[in-house]
């Protein structure tokens, strides 16, 4: 089996976050995009949110116009967004559920539910050029709703798994995890490009990286928290060296 190359994107929101807790222009999101590329990132993922807690408009267009990367642009979909995504034109754009009364995403898109919002937008990108991702759970009858929407990508959350994790709850982080690999395996074999993220430290992303099916990892609280202690490109390498190791099983006897 030729396993694809497990890709890191990283994502740069709270870089935003910190710099917006104060105002002003420090810490740059896109100094922090291009030091982690110089560290082994293979792309940059930013959320423009409604409210603009985080990412603004201009980091956006610095992100696209200044790094040799590609950009995934994650973001509700709204007429607003999809309009900005039109002008911006990232390489790709992976579209995720959002609440403002929300700290952080809670879950995975409805694609079954929602079927009727994200079609003309899936459409539209598509037509434009730009690879689109929906982010949702591991539930067959999501990824098989992905598939109905002509989305090219799924990204699975793995965010309850990796809480599951860190707060011991075997039983349900066991039951997450079989459903994250029955999930990456079903989306593989309907012709899904299949990535996962959310929640994602070194030793669940080693964990994920040993699944053949997934190819492209995005972490972005994680990396921006550990930085306080070991500095971005530190960070990113350690994260590197963690997926390698993981992605190695998939050939280990």
Known sequence: MNTPRLRLGVNVDHVATIRNARGGRHPDPVRAAKLAIAAGADGITAHLREDRR?????????????????????MAATPEMTAIALKTQPHAVCLVPEKRTERTTEGG??????????????????????RVSLFIGAAPAQIEAAVDLGA???ELHTGSWCDA???????????????IRAGALLADSLGLEV???????????????ALPQVVELNIGHFLVGESVFE???????????????????????
């Open 152 to 154: 090219p990508v799924i």
């Open 165 to 179: 994790l860190i707060e011991n709850r075997t039983a349900e982080a066991n039951a997450e995890w079989q459903m």
């Open 231 to 253: 500095g971005l490109a530190e960070t990113v390498k350690f994260m590197r060296a963690a997926m390698d190791r993981g992605r190695a099983r998939v050939h280990a006897p």
């Open 109 to 130: 898109l409805d694609a079954v539910k929602q079927r009727a919002q994200l079609a003309p937008v899936v459409h539209a990108l598509k037509h434009a050029g730009i």
């Open 195 to 209: 990535h996962a993220g959310h929640g994602l430290d070194y030793a669940s992303a080693e964990t994920i990286a």
């Open 54 to 74: 985080h990412i603004r408009d201009d980091d956006i267009a610095r992100l696209k116009a200044e790094i040799d990367k590609p950009l995934n642009f994650e």
